[in-house]
């Protein structure tokens, strides 16, 4: 079965700092990975996402995140974050475009101006 | 604006009782899906649906059901609610075209069961 593990809870980074939030994944095939975030009182909206090609994917707001197959890892990246990146952040997996979604836990970012 | 609707907003029920939420969407999107978010334990799916008149068991179905008549419309039915089951719901839809697994979430359905 798929699941999806984040290695942080909570981080609390001051601003500028840089951010590395980690994703693990099961699934024996091919996937289709994710990061979605929710801001505070929003919907959750997609970040990024890796279908194929590139493992270096970047998404909105200068976020990005590489794809290992090796680690089945999905670490989401930036290099310097802003007060507004405050928010939840979930890695998510799917095995094909007509496979069910998965998320992880979440990690919880705070960002202190 | 086309997008995903889901009603009640909030609702607080009894322990017992039957309750349906609501999520309808304009996108003509074939897949849909009912996750509920719990803190620290993320979004979870509940049941999804890849077509019309098709649903599945997703990772927490217990005391949940689903229906998919029409492409439109997905509603989840708690037919006893229990206090477990206080939680926010979420309805997504996606196009799940080959390389189109995006999906696109309600603003959500906030239930309290007492």
């Known amino acids: 079965a798929q699941s999806v593990s984040q290695h942080n809870h909570h981080v609390i980074l001051s601003e500028a700092a840089s951010l590395e939030l980690g994703c693990n994944y099961s699934y024996g095939g091919t996937v289709n990975l994710f990061w979605y975030v929710q801001y505070p009182g929003q919907h959750l909206q997609l970040l990024l996402k890796?279908?194929?090609?590139?493992?270096l994917v970047k998404g909105i707001k200068g976020f990005e995140a590489e794809f290992i197959k090796s680690k089945f890892s999905f670490n989401l990246r930036k290099p310097s974050v802003q007060w507004s990146d405050t928010a939840e952040y979930f890695c998510a997996v799917s095995g094909t475009s007509y496979d069910k979604v998965i998320f992880g836990p979440g990690t919880s970012l705070s960002v202190i101006p | 604006i086309a997008g995903i609707t889901q009603a009640p907003t909030s609702q607080i029920l009894a322990a017992g009782r039957r309750m349906t939420l609501r999520c309808t969407q304009d996108?003509?999107?074939?897949?849909m899906y009912w996750y509920r978010q719990d803190l620290g334990l993320g979004l979870r799916l509940i049941h999804y649906?890849?077509?019309?008149?098709?649903?599945g068991k997703g990772e927490v179905p217990d005391g949940y059901s689903v229906s998919r008549a029409n492409t439109d419309d997905f509603p989840l039915t708690l037919a006893s609610a229990v206090p477990s089951q206080t939680s926010v719901y979420f309805c997504?839809?996606?196009?799940?075209?080959?390389?189109?697994?995006?999906?696109?979430f309600g603003a959500g359905s906030r239930l309290t069961v007492l």
């Open positions: 649906s890849n077509t019309a008149g098709t649903t």
């Open positions: 997504a839809s996606s196009s799940n075209r080959a390389g189109a697994n995006v999906l696109t």
């Open positions: 890796y279908f194929s090609g590139d493992p």
């Open positions: 996108m003509r999107h074939n897949a």
